[in-house]
């Protein structure tokens, strides 16, 4: 294999990486144990296919503040042949070892311009106000980027918690568990499942919450299953994707919630009505919102008449909500890259 091919296979993994760089950082991290420890094989994978995810974990976690948590088969497709096999890893090997880590050097140096460019749409948010903060400009700097694209399913996930757990909070909205049927020897046969399944008892048999929504957290490969979902009983999808039938059949079959909110692009919407009617699941919807109306209910929230009370709250939560679930370039890989004398290399020539 010569160089070329190498690094070919090296930048497809590269550009197909989310923001966390999971991936490249493994492999950066196979092939610096590679030049330094000389403790593996590059042509003998089991000699680093499960160890080099702890040295990625070890990295992610101080720089981009998560490791993954995806199957390890999924996360052996970095090995495939479509992606960066043994014979790749080799003549990677190979050039990162001439030049005392340049490979290594290009790999990071990617992941601090894709750092960079998340911190740009945090400060987005932190500059703008509401005011001039405008939601589709705000999405668009993911969705026109190529590095942040494939994030951009996180980036909407975001946009709705913001709005929906500010208007529920400012709205002070309440939710209730009460016993209906007072029945007294049901009450006191069965008192430790209504205090510890229902929280009440015979002398409190009603109580109240704040209704809140929650984040589920990382969505899988396959885009499926819940974003949201909230404790009054709702399950929330985000769908930024283009819904075929497969999809939307996915979405009511993956689900177990009788009510369903999905949101989704204009576009879309008579298509997933029309499809769920024909699977006999339209019931379990309880309504479709679209890109359209979360742009319509961000002006307001941020310039209507209610601004002063929700506009702030909003961007709040937003800006949070980014800094936790996205790196952002930090002093520390600064350092790392110094103390690692990647800022003394020059670029790494990948020419057979």
Same mark, same amino acid.
């Given at each position: 294999?010569?160089?070329?091919?190498?690094?070919?296979?090296?930048?497809?993994?590269?550009?197909?990486?989310?923001?966390?760089?999971?991936?490249?950082?493994?492999?950066?991290?196979?092939?610096?144990?590679?030049?330094?420890?000389?403790?593996?094989?590059?042509?003998?994978?089991?000699?680093?296919?499960?160890?080099?995810?702890?040295?990625?974990?070890?990295?992610?976690?101080?720089?981009?503040?998560?490791?993954?948590?995806?199957?390890?088969?999924?996360?052996?497709?970095?090995?495939?042949?479509?992606?960066?096999?043994?014979?790749?890893?080799?003549?990677?090997?190979?050039?990162?070892?001439?030049?005392?880590?340049?490979?290594?050097?290009?790999?990071?140096?990617?992941?601090?311009?894709?750092?960079?460019?998340?911190?740009?749409?945090?400060?987005?948010?932190?500059?703008?106000?509401?005011?001039?903060?405008? =939601?589709?400009? &705000?999405?668009?700097?993911?969705?026109?980027?190529? #590095? !942040? $694209?494939?994030?951009?399913?996180? +980036? @909407?996930?975001?946009?709705?918690?913001?709005?929906?757990?500010?208007?529920?909070?400012?709205?002070?909205?309440?939710?209730?568990?009460?016993?209906?049927?007072?029945?007294?020897?049901? =009450?006191?046969? &069965?008192?430790?499942?209504?205090?510890?399944?229902? #929280? !009440? $008892?015979?002398?409190?048999?009603? +109580? @109240?919450?704040?209704?809140?929504?929650?984040?589920?957290?990382?969505?899988?490969?396959?885009?499926?299953?819940?974003?949201?979902?909230?404790?009054?009983?709702?399950?929330?999808?985000?769908?930024?994707?283009?819904?075929?039938?497969?999809?939307?059949?996915?979405?009511?079959?993956?689900?177990?919630?009788?009510?369903?909110?999905?949101?989704?692009?204009?576009?879309?919407?008579?298509?997933?009505?029309?499809?769920?009617?024909?699977?006999?699941?339209?019931?379990?919807?309880?309504?479709?919102?679209?890109?359209?109306?979360?742009?319509?209910?961000?002006?307001?929230?941020?310039?209507?008449?209610?601004?002063?009370?929700?506009?702030?709250?909003?961007?709040?939560?937003?800006?949070?909500?980014?800094?936790?679930?996205?790196?952002?370039?930090?002093?520390?890989?600064?350092?790392?890259?110094?103390?690692?004398?990647?800022?003394?290399?020059?670029?790494?020539?990948?020419?057979?």
């Amino acid at each position: 294999m010569d160089n070329k091919t190498a690094k070919k296979h090296l930048d497809t993994v590269i550009n197909r990486a989310r923001v966390h760089f999971y991936k490249p950082i493994q492999i950066a991290e196979i092939l610096q144990r590679d030049r330094i420890e000389r403790d593996i094989d590059l042509h003998d994978l089991e000699t680093y296919r499960t160890p080099s995810r702890k040295w990625r974990d070890e990295i992610s976690l101080k720089f981009v503040g998560n490791i993954s948590t995806s199957s390890s088969r999924f996360q052996d497709n970095l090995f495939e042949p479509n992606a960066t096999p043994p014979a790749v890893l080799v003549q990677l090997g190979i050039i990162n070892r001439n030049s005392n880590g340049a490979v290594e050097a290009y790999i990071y140096d990617a992941l601090k311009n894709r750092l960079a460019q998340m911190s740009a749409g945090l400060s987005y948010v932190l500059k703008s106000g509401k005011e001039s903060f405008v =939601l589709s400009n &705000f999405v668009e700097q993911f969705t026109r980027n190529p #590095g !942040l $694209s494939r994030s951009v399913d996180k +980036i @909407y996930e975001i946009v709705v918690y913001a709005l929906f757990s500010t208007l529920l909070e400012v709205l002070e909205v309440n939710i209730g568990v009460k016993i209906k049927n007072i029945n007294k020897t049901i =009450l006191k046969e &069965f008192s430790d499942f209504v205090q510890k399944v229902l #929280g !009440l $008892s015979e002398e409190i048999p009603e +109580i @109240y919450h704040t209704a809140q929504v929650f984040r589920v957290g990382v969505t899988n490969a396959a885009d499926r299953g819940i974003d949201m979902w909230a404790n009054f009983g709702v399950a929330i999808q985000i769908k930024h994707i283009s819904l075929t039938p497969t999809v939307i059949e996915n979405i009511s079959g993956d689900i177990s919630a009788d009510r369903i909110i999905i949101v989704c692009k204009e576009s879309e919407k008579d298509v997933l009505v029309s499809v769920l009617k024909q699977l006999g699941n339209a019931g379990r919807i309880q309504s479709v919102i679209t890109l359209n109306e979360l742009e319509i209910w961000y002006e307001k929230a941020l310039n209507g008449q209610s601004s002063d009370l929700i506009g702030d709250k909003i961007l709040q939560k937003l800006a949070n909500e980014i800094k936790i679930e996205f790196p952002s370039t930090s002093p520390e890989f600064a350092n790392f890259f110094k103390e690692r004398k990647y800022d003394k290399i020059s670029n790494v020539d990948f020419d057979p």
